[in-house]
């Protein structure tokens, strides 16, 4: 029987490259709680949660009560937590509460590592070695700031990475800059995938209007086109391009026909238990899944030993991965060549904390406090 002895937790930020421009605003890093679990064998296992401020919970509150408890009988309570409703929103915001995912998430760590084998081989079956993550393209301050900058950036991407692969922000400038954009990149990468991410940028009619367009530049998906489920739907009468959303109601969808796909992290399903099932959910519903980008190296891998057991997650997911400047795990970030990203091979998650880079990630959120993702200039749906 092994046992929790320790729960420790760090709030942390890592910058991007550059800050980048979506509907609701500019992004200009990722924050971060990380979480080590240690067993009173001396087994360390490690878990992230997505807001910063879960680092208190889990340090002051929370992880006490899971100390003396067992480490299986843990994992089982965690992971059979019922996930929060639903919440259909309409101001783009993706609002996960959830400290314990940081906590289930190292105790799969754990698991694996006691077990000598990688996560995924816990989680089924092989089904993959390789993930697909896309490559990202926004508007970013001190870089691309023209249709023709990110096109080119894009065109970069395939020389230097092969990437095959491509989804980026529009919904931020007007409805003619967001067609101008489509049409570059399509011209810059060819035959390659495009999706965009509109962040509910638009409103209805505009919609309507862009998406016409867009039709003949075979796009593979618009994120959040519009508020709404019941817009989407609106929206699915008009255009065959597929929608997908952040709000992860798999039912809902299904029933009105859109979105197509359901786009979400291990936050708001309490970790990688929760998340199966809404994954489950969807392949039962019709609905695609993939991953949302954002995360730092714990939970990417996470992610990688989830899509390397389940065979119904065949889309690339989201990745900000190029764009992220250090990592809190030895040898990160991970950067994907040729549209994919291998699956880590050793023992539990296969990555481990590096100490220097989780201390300067500390101190850098002492100084700056949280990342405000939707801070100003919100920029106005059209």
Not at 3 to 20: C, D, T
Not at 37 to 50: I, K, P, R, Y
Not at 132 to 145: K, M, P, S
Request: proline share 7%; glycine share 10%; with cysteine.
């Amino acid at each position: 029987m092994s046992r929790i002895a320790k729960v420790e937790a760090w709030p942390v930020n890592v910058p991007l490259e550059a800050p980048y421009e979506m509907a609701p605003g500019i992004v200009a890093g990722i924050h971060r709680a990380i979480v080590r679990v240690t067993t009173q064998d001396g087994v360390v296992g490690l878990g992230e949660s997505a807001s910063p401020s879960d680092a208190t919970a889990l340090g002051c509150d929370v992880g006490p009560t899971y100390v003396g408890r067992d480490t299986s009988e843990a994992l089982a309570s965690l992971g059979a937590r019922k996930r929060p409703a639903a919440t259909h929103r309409s101001d783009s915001k993706v609002m996960i509460d959830n400290p314990l995912a940081g906590i289930e998430i190292a105790l799969w760590d754990i698991a694996a590592r006691e077990e000598g084998v990688p996560l995924h081989e816990l989680l089924g079956p092989t089904s993959r070695t390789e993930v697909a993550f896309t490559e990202y393209f926004a508007y970013r301050e001190g870089r691309e700031q023209t249709p023709a900058d990110v096109a080119s950036y894009c065109a970069r991407m395939i020389e230097e990475h092969d990437s095959p692969a491509f989804e980026g922000k529009v919904g931020v400038r007007s409805a003619d800059d967001d067609v101008k954009l489509a049409r570059e990149i399509r011209a810059a990468i060819g035959e390659r995938t495009l999706r965009l991410d509109a962040n509910m940028g638009w409103q209805l009619a505009t919609a309507r209007g862009v998406l016409s367009q867009l039709e003949a530049l075979d796009i593979a998906n618009v994120e959040e086109p519009v508020g709404s489920f019941t817009d989407m739907a609106e929206l699915r009468r008009t255009t065959p391009i597929p929608f997908s959303s952040h709000i992860p109601d798999a039912a809902r969808a299904a029933e009105l026909g859109a979105p197509n796909s359901i786009v979400i992290g291990l936050g708001f399903c309490g970790g990688i238990a929760g998340t199966r099932r809404l994954i489950a959910e969807c392949e039962q519903a019709g609905v695609g899944f993939w991953f949302y980008s954002g995360d730092l190296g714990i939970t990417t891998a996470a992610y990688l030993h989830v899509a390397a057991a389940t065979p119904y997650l065949d889309q690339p997911s989201q990745s900000l991965l190029r764009w992220t400047t250090e990592d809190v795990i030895a040898g990160g970030p991970f950067k994907p060549e040729r549209g994919v990203v291998p699956v880590p091979t050793g023992p539990g998650l296969g990555v481990e904390l590096d100490e220097k880079a989780l201390a300067r990630c500390v101190e850098r959120f002492a100084r700056e406090g949280a990342y405000d993702f939707y801070s100003g200039p919100a920029l106005p749906r059209y």
